[in-house]
Nanobody, 122 residues
């Protein structure tokens, strides 16, 4: 069993930055992939970025390319999401999830954190 815990959300003005963290406890990530997703009120959960736990594979949604960066620290079992040049439409609850491969569909994720709120004011 893997427990995931997100942190780093908050309220920020448009154009600002935040760094989110996703730390695993229990079993380590081991292999597979970790993804960041977000969910705005009344909308479905959507993929933001995904990183393979081994190698250099990453995926970014078109809406965040060039603004967000996903990275990992294997020694700390932690995945980060650097959010830059934030826009009001980036507002939502950000979740991290662990999957067996680099999936972009949230239905294929086996473990989820509790989420962290990101609010971007205009």
């Amino acid at each position: 069993q893997v427990q995931l815990a997100e942190s780093g959300g908050g309220l920020v003005q448009a154009g600002g930055s935040l760094r989110l963290s996703c730390t695993a406890s229990g079993r380590t990530f081991g292999s597979g992939a970790v993804g960041w997703f977000r969910q705005a009120p009344g909308k479905e959960r959507e993929v933001v970025a995904v990183i393979g736990w081994i190698g250099d594979s990453t995926y970014y949604a078109d809406s965040v390319k060039g603004r967000f960066t996903i990275s990992r620290d294997s020694a700390k079992d932690t995945v980060y999401l650097q959010l830059s040049r934030l826009k009001p439409e980036d507002t939502g609850v950000y979740y991290c999830g662990a999957a067996r491969a680099l999936f972009t569909n949230p239905n294929f994720y086996d473990y989820w954190g509790q989420g962290t709120q990101v609010t971007v004011s205009s």
